[in-house]
């Protein structure tokens, strides 16, 4: 039996829809008035059938943004009224994908998944961390995959929270005033050592001695040239009074060894401050190369602030490997958001009790036993920045001659970000809409720079940004142009945003040329940014997910592993332009070793 058709809900639209556009819309945008070029009372509502699909987007756009009806207009919407209007929108755009789908056996639009938006904000806005555990997850199709246009809709909460988010990640982005005197602890392992072998030296023991391999299963300190080590597994430290100048850490005579599943529990007392990115940085090593595995290093966070209340985090988002041997130890760095972890409720209090101390936990979580891992030197600096201001802020606030010039330069800082947010150019009338709504928000900021992100917080909850969109065409085939290609080719390789060298070639109308297409395909596969169509296509592909189902493997990690060598001999096979039986009868396998 055929699949029925999609029907338009008009019944909704005359009894709910239209009583409300015509109390808050029609007045400016009606018989009467026009502002804009822009009348609401003679759109089509039937986004099946009719011709206003795109004017119908404009709509959902600045309704369920809040831009419109604007605050000084007479008639407002209730916070019950936006949500039905897109609702009602979100469902029709929906139902007119799922026509064309069936119509050319695929959608001509849909959202972004979660992943791809949070790919698509990192990569916009060079934030290497991500910030949509907000956001609810997806629903697999029946096939098993996530981008599917039929269970991709929009609700009115969901445009708000994508506007929360953005604007939060542009907070985090953009900066304003001087550069921040930063927290900074830099551990002194050659005192520690001095300090502990003095206090325990009974329990000091050599290379040499019968309890050395014993004595090696606990965290503990060591002497480079003696061997000689000491217990030791935390402390409290205090940050320095004046911050060194940035240079290279000397190496250090004495180096902390952390077993499998060992700890080092550094007590920072209360002086991190509220936000900001804190940044770890290791010297770390492998204690040895004749086992095989990777050494794993984990960030924590813990605060005990009661006899009865205590709590204890893992705060990296991902975790690092130490691949350096001990003869030539490299650093690692973990960047911590600090506005994102759980912090001592009571650190701000002048008070000895409850306590205000904080806790910051360095872990080995490597599966190998007897692999261990060495560093010599610990620093912690809050908050940390490369330069000042960031790169990501001198993206977003380039150089120009029109600096000084406010509104001219808010218009250029507008298309350029707008043409990077949408892939694509953007048209004056599209600036200037979002200039106005830059005068608006102005004069309630201090800066320019804090009004304008606001208005760039908007321009990514717009359907052009969250939604992948082709264009319409009059020829049967449906030819997309450069700019879609462009942003087809960077969402299925890298789940992202298409980046400048793919625009430039969009721009200059030479993207489709074969030889092209085919070197940025190549190009776009070596990238590290293609593992991410590994990862997700492989665990929808096989619903890799199910393995946290499987209850006789009771090892996380193994869990874990087992997904990633799927992932990895995909990767592999992709990356080789291997056969494709390879996937049903190949001679070799990707493991976790």
Known sequence: MAAELPVANLQAFREEIAPVLKRACVHCHGPDKQKGKFRVDTLNPDMLKGGDLEWWLEVFDVVSNGEMPPEDADAHLEGYERASVVDWLSGELHQASLLK??????SSFRRLTRYEYDYALRDLLGLDYSLIDRLPPETASEDGFKNSSELLQMSAMQFQLYREISLKALRRVVVTGEKPTP??????????????????????????????????????LFKRETGSGVPFSGGSYQPLSKPAVDREAPSSAVYMELPRNGEWKLGLDRFLPDEGTMRVSIRAARSTEELPGDVVLRLGFSAHTSNNANFSNVISQRDRVVKAPASAPEFIHFDIQLADIQRNPFRKLETKFPRRDEFLHI?????????????????????????????????????????????????????????????RPVKGPEVDRFLNLFAEYRPQFESMEEAMVEVLATVLAHPEFLYLSQGESSSARQEISHYELANRLAVFLWSSIPDAELL???????????????????RMLADPRARRFSRHFVRQWLGLDGLQSVDHITDKELKAAMGEESVAFFQDVLSRNASVMDFIDSDYAVVNS
Do not use: C
């Open 101 to 106: 789908r069936s119509a050319k056996g695929r």
């Open 183 to 220: 927290v900074r602890y830099v551990l002194p392992l050659e005192n520690l050592f001095n300090k502990t072998s003095s206090s325990r030296k009974g329990q000091v023991f050599r290379r040499d001695s019968d309890n050395y391999a014993k004595e090696r299963r606990r965290p503990h």
């Open 363 to 423: 872990r080995n979580v490597t599966a190998v036993e007897g692999l261990h891992v060495q560093f010599d030197h610990v620093e912690i600096t809050a908050p940390f920045h490369e330069q000042w201001p960031p790169s990501g802020h001198r993206v977003i606030f380039f150089d120009s001659t029109n600096r000084t010039n406010e509104s001219v330069y808010a218009g250029e800082v507008l298309k350029q970000f707008m043409e990077r947010a949408w892939g």
């Open 504 to 522: 430039g070639l969009a721009k200059s109308g030479s993207l489709r040329d074969p030889s092209i297409l085919e070197a940025q395909v190549e």
